[in-house]
Nanobody, 125 residues
Framework: QVQLVESGGGLAQPGESLRLSCAASGITLDHYAIGWFRRAPGKEREIVTCISKSHDRTYYTDSVKGRATISRDNAKNMVYLQVNTLRPEDTAVYYC??????????????????WGQGTQVTVSS
């Protein structure tokens, strides 16, 4: 059984920071490329960031470049998304996803095999 469980979401004010966590079971994350996606109200799900299986490639969507960091802790079988200087437009349900693809981390949601249930991030003053 494969499970990805996100946590760390909540309410934040603009300018604050959040760190989201994704805990995996049933798979070992260091064998997978990992992506973070989000779905904002009224919008399609979009890539936020991903990290390759080999850990040496990352991608960040333009709206979070300079503010977000994806990282992984293989010993804990977890992956994280740190977002600083939060903006109201960061409000969304955030999902982690995993794929065993070799090479560059995929940026399209259909390329991922496993998904978490999502965690809500609300940025509001």
């Amino acid at each position: 059984q494969v499970q990805l469980v996100e946590s760390g979401g909540g309410l934040a004010q603009p300018g604050e920071s959040l760190r989201l966590s994704c805990a995996a079971s049933g798979i070992t994350l260091d064998h997978y490329a990992i992506g973070w996606f989000r779905r904002a109200p009224g919008k399609e799900r979009e890539i936020v960031t991903c990290i390759s299986k080999s850990h040496d490639r990352t991608y960040y969507t333009d709206s979070v470049k300079g503010r977000a960091t994806i990282s992984r802790d293989n010993a804990k079988n977890m992956v994280y998304l740190q977002v600083n200087t939060l903006r109201p437009e960061d409000t969304a349900v955030y999902y982690c996803a995993a794929t065993p693809v070799v090479g560059w981390c995929p940026v399209l949601d259909y390329e991922y095999d496993y998904w978490g249930q999502g965690t809500q991030v609300t940025v509001s003053s």
